[in-house]
């Protein structure tokens, strides 16, 4: 029985693989690279104080930085329809990388590093 699960398992781990694989194949951000960075003591922050932002300046028009990756990535996911002109597979895979982010629950340089990695960046 536990080897049955096992196989499941690694299974169905290939099968979501896989299926993140096709969808950044077929994801077309459109105008813009919808990654995000991570850096300490931008302006008007403290030094040691670190904060994200997106690094497309179209995506990033008039969004200031903030301490918490899921505002960034929640505005990142919606510029994806609000100006970048990206397809479906785009913004899907934005929400998958999205709520990996949330997930993890971290904020610092490696939280940037899975967002952008998500979407194949």
Known sequence: MYTKTILVTLFAATAVSAAIVDMRAAADFGKCTPTMDFQLGRPGRKADEGTFLPTDPLVAKGQQDALNP??????????????????????????????????????DATTADAFNQALGF
């Open 70 to 107: 899921n505002i960034i990535t929640n505005e990142i996911c919606n510029q994806l329809t609000n100006v970048c002109d990206a397809n479906d597979a785009a913004k899907a895979l934005c929400a998958t990388a999205k709520a990996q982010v949330q997930a993890l629950g971290t904020k």
